[in-house]
């Protein structure tokens, strides 16, 4: 049986400045959890309510797109028989610089590569001002996306509260899927 050195990836962690990391199976009741322990770490950190809102908001819209979109499942039949179907992903948030990152990353379709990309390239030429313009229009718009399961509108909540433009990468993954990181920044004194 191999042996794990904690030590080491603690250390591995503090230095890549990694305060939380969550990777495997989500679901909703598991978002809560996670969720809890998010907003103790904020409270710990004793950062501006503004930038604690930002990160605790942006960490919610990335948990239920992975949640939702993600397409990477695991299955398992449970004790009486119900077919249990889970979506995976991974949760990263950091503080380097005097701003937290927040960074999910997830295996998704072709199709939903080619949205991502569009919508997050556009959001990333609007300033704050456009974007709450641009949330406004999209509240009384038609979702065109037809994989899509929320109002869509969970990416220009995100932008709105980044400190930054939204990074981002699409990578092959298998035939017809990508592996969509995204890379979030917040300045710890809030979003002003």
């Known amino acids: 049986m191999a042996q794990f050195n904690i030590r ?5 962690l503090d230095s890549n ?10 679901w909703s009741s598991g978002i809560d ?3 809890e322990m998010l907003l103790k770490r904020l409270e710990f950190d004793d950062i501006s309510l503004n930038a604690s809102q930002a990160v605790f908001s ?18 398992k ?14 949760f990263i948030l950091g503080i380097k610089d005097a701003k937290y990152f927040i960074q999910c990353g997830n295996v998704v379709t072709e199709y939903s590569a080619q949205i991502l990309k569009t919508r997050i390239d556009h959001l990333n030429t609007l300033d704050k ?8 229009q ?23 509260r980044a400190s930054a433009p939204i990074e981002y ?18 300045q710890q004194g809030g979003n002003e």
């Open 8 to 12: 080491q990836y603690n250390e591995m």
């Open 17 to 26: 400045s990694i305060k939380v990391i969550y990777s495997g199976p989500i």
């Open 33 to 35: 959890g996670i969720a």
């Open 58 to 75: 942006i960490f919610v819209e990335q948990m239920n797109n992975i949640m939702m979109y993600s397409a990477d499942k695991e299955r």
């Open 77 to 90: 039949t449970s004790s009486e028989g119900d077919s249990l179907e889970v979506s995976k992903g991974i």
């Open 129 to 136: 001002k456009g974007l709450r313009q641009y949330y406004k």
């Open 138 to 160: 999209q509240l009384h718009a038609e979702n065109d996306n037809p994989e899509s399961k929320g109002a869509g509108i969970g990416l220009i909540e995100i932008a709105r």
């Open 169 to 186: 990468k699409l990578e092959p993954y298998s035939e017809g899927l990508h592996y969509f990181t995204m890379y979030i920044t917040v």
